[in-house]
């Protein structure tokens, strides 16, 4: 399988011109799975609710439309994060589009600072999804920091995880291969570069896009900024074997009855 991220800055607000700009990036990318940052289309710094909500979209939106076109002209799956509209509520959502249309949708379960403001806490539970012969688990951005994110969707069967991610922190990308050795799988964390000055200070993203196998290495890593493309091979089988020795099983020897507090 050949699972990789797009790495780039996107300009806020300007949701058909950064769609464009994806197009054109993924124009003959040669994979099965590529992941591309949290909020994508959209930008990150929202100066208020209103403003959040008008740039929302349900996951059928113009957003989803454009997203399968680009996976149907290329012939592989799209993991992406976008501000998904209920109502008069939003979520911070990650989507999962194919060649044939939508696959499924996650909503953010563990909000980073102020996105606690402006954002509904993900109520969909972690989940995962059928890619070819693969099932790949989403999860978005600061879910990374508690391990129970990865370690759900590995209990649910993912063997790769799409992380789309807006990262201002520095520890995420050296955090990732503990997450995929825990858990035995692929991890593909794609996040944006560039800087965003709409409220406060601003942020300043952290790029380093990476790719980990369960093993623990790392099979790509992106420039700290500017904008990157990477496809790597994978072998699926090295997440499918959760036998690190002859009498040890990562997920058969957990104890959960010993996991209470006190
Ligand atoms: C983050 O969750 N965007 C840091």
């Not at 904008?227 to 957990?254: H, I, M, Q, S, W």
Request: with cysteine; hydrophobic share 40%; net charge negative.
């Amino acid at each position: 399988m050949r699972i990789g991220y797009l790495q780039f800055t996107p300009e806020f607000g300007e949701v058909a011109r950064n769609l464009e700009r994806v197009a054109l990036a993924l124009e003959g990318a040669d994979a099965d799975l590529l992941v591309l940052p949290e909020l994508f289309a959209s930008g990150y710094q929202f100066r208020s609710r209103e403003e959040l909500l008008e740039l929302a979209e349900p996951p059928d939106g113009p957003t989803a439309e454009a997203l399968i076109r680009v996976a149907a002209r290329g012939g592989f799956h799209l993991a992406a994060g976008f501000p998904e509209r209920d109502g008069d509520r939003a979520y911070n959502s990650a989507m999962l589009v194919g060649p044939q249309g939508r696959v499924g949708v996650y909503r953010k379960t563990h909000l980073f600072d102020a996105e606690t403001e402006i954002f509904e806490p993900g109520d969909s539970g972690f989940q995962v999804f059928a890619v070819g012969e693969a099932r790949v688990g989403l999860m978005v951005c600061w879910d990374w920091i508690f391990p129970e994110s990865a370690r759900t969707l590995a209990l649910q069967g993912a063997e790769v995880i799409a992380h789309t991610a807006n990262l201002v922190l520095p520890w995420c990308q050296s955090c990732m291969p503990a997450r995929c050795i825990e858990n035995r799988v692929f991890a593909v964390t794609a996040n944006r570069c560039g800087e965003e000055r709409r409220v406060g200070d601003g942020l300043r993203f952290t790029g380093q896009s990476v790719i980990v196998s369960p093993r623990g290495e790392t099979l790509a890593r992106g420039p700290e900024q500017g904008e990157a493309l990477e496809v790597v091979e994978t072998d699926l089988a090295l997440a499918r074997d959760k036998k690190p020795t002859a009498r040890n099983d990562l997920f058969g020897d957990r104890r959960p009855e010993m996991y209470r507090l006190g």
